[in-house]
């Protein structure tokens, strides 16, 4: 098998930056990336044979941790039957019953084949249901790569500086209002200074993609009744949330009901998928039964459906949500008292799976507060992770997110080696 260095050699001669989608090339922590041989549980092993107990998880979808027999033996049988028939298929059914069952909101569901094409087509749905051209997006808030929501964005455009992607004709961005995360009076004056012409906001109700940000109190209400208020669509992006924080995802916890919920990762079991769904009024403007186009080869893909159904059917049986909060918190308290010990200012926010570690002494509630913490700190301590045997997410600028597969000796291990890559620093 070639190394990693052997393999991304080559692989930088044919694929820009060595990688097919760039927070992967731990441009922002320094050094080149590993290449992963297989995986399983919560370890990935390279090509190098080294084994690295991971906090990525393959971005979120990998809950049950990764290659799990159940849903290895789902994708296997599903199999027998063929790959892809570009007809409608059972599994298509089972999905939308599942997914409509755990989102009250959700009355109607489109598959799609990834969070991007699931958030873009509900601001087309948005725009074409109000008809109006406006959408309201947050700083630091990542949705994906489209041109509408690619501006001031997080995740990989804020880890490799670029929030506001080249290529985006100011045509378009002159239609997506960018406000400040956690700043009520900013989504008044928004839609007070556009009057009717706000077709939607889209928000992730707990970001991951500046690190992990919560709301504060109340916030994820007011902008429940200013959508209300002005005519404006509420769109939550659950792509990372969904299933992720609870079976219902953030609207679950917190009781919002959005007009639009968008969803990936964990509904595709590690296979491409998205999906966006909601108000059946509003979804039956798309098409083939009203005047908003979207479409898909592979929507609905039979193998990536089976996979997701396995893992929402896990999810439904163990609800695990409680463990993996207790695992979660497991970690942010070991990085915190190694903190203290050594005197070191760090924020570590956490809710269920989803933490991350902030080098600052200011509470992080939007993306400059995330910016003011010490990226390059950051990037020492990944790199004294990642000597110890443990994978973190190669950005300041990430969720980390954990698995069942966790508990017990990784988890252990995992926190010993935190902390003393935290003392090392
Ligand atoms: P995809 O198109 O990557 O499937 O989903 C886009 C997306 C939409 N909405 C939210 C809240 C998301 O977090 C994402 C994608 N998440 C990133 C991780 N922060 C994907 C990792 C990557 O870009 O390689």
Not at 144 to 168: F, M, N, R, V, Y
Not at 284 to 293: E, K, M, Q, R, S
Request: charge should be neutral; aromatic fraction near 8%.
């Amino acid at each position: 098998m070639p190394s990693s260095a052997s393999l991304f050699t080559r692989a930088q001669q044919l694929i820009p930056g060595g990688v097919n989608s760039p927070v992967r090339a731990f441009r922002s922590v320094g050094g080149a990336p590993f290449f992963t041989r297989s995986a399983r549980g919560a370890t990935l092993t390279t090509v190098d044979g080294r084994e690295l107990i991971d906090f990525v998880c393959t971005w979120g979808p990998a809950i049950h941790g990764h290659n799990h027999p159940r849903i290895r033996a789902a994708i296997a049988a599903a199999l027998e039957h063929g790959t892809s028939f570009g007809t409608p298929n059972p599994y298509e059914v089972e999905m939308a019953e599942l997914i409509v069952k755990f989102f009250p909101s959700i009355r109607k569901v489109r598959m799609c084949n990834s969070g991007t094409e699931a958030t873009m087509s509900a601001i087309r749905l948005a725009r074409g249901f109000t008809q109006r051209d406006k959408i309201i997006k947050f700083a630091g808030c990542y949705h994906g790569h489209s041109d509408s929501l690619l501006i001031k964005a997080g995740s990989g455009a804020l880890t490799h500086g670029h929030p506001d992607s080249a290529g985006i004709p100011a045509a378009f961005a002159r239609e997506t209002v960018v406000l400040p995360y956690n700043d009520p009076a900013a989504i008044a004056a928004a839609f007070a200074a556009n009057p009717g012409q706000i077709a939607c906001i889209i928000l992730e109700p707990y970001i991951g993609n500046i690190g992990f940000i919560k709301p504060d109190a109340g916030y994820l209400q007011y902008v429940r009744e200013a959508c209300t208020t002005h005519g404006a669509l509420l769109i939550f992006d659950e792509v990372m949330t969904g299933f992720r924080q609870a079976r219902g995802g953030v609207q679950e916890l917190e009781k919002i009901t959005p007009d639009l919920t968008c969803l990936g990762k964990i509904i595709g079991g590690g296979l491409p998928v998205g999906a966006f769904g909601g108000r059946a009024d509003v979804m039956d403007y798309l098409a083939p039964l009203g005047p908003v186009y979207q479409a898909g080869t592979l929507s609905g893909n039979p193998l990536a459906l089976a996979a997701g159904i396995a893992s929402l059917q896990m999810l439904e049986e163990l609800n695990p949500y409680a463990k993996l909060d207790a695992l979660g918190r497991q970690v942010v308290t070991a990085a915190l008292a190694a903190a203290t010990a050594k005197g070191l200012p760090l924020q570590a926010p956490q809710t269920g799976s989803m933490f991350s570690l902030f080098f600052t002494p200011t509470p992080v509630r939007d993306m400059p507060t995330a910016l003011a913490s010490d990226a390059k700190l950051f990037g020492k301590f990944f790199h004294a992770c990642l000597a110890g045997g443990v994978y973190l997410p190669p950005s300041a600028y990430e969720a980390w997110f954990l698995s069942t597969a966790h508990e017990g000796a990784a988890i252990d291990r995992a926190c010993e080696v935190i902390a003393s890559a935290i003392k090392s620093l």
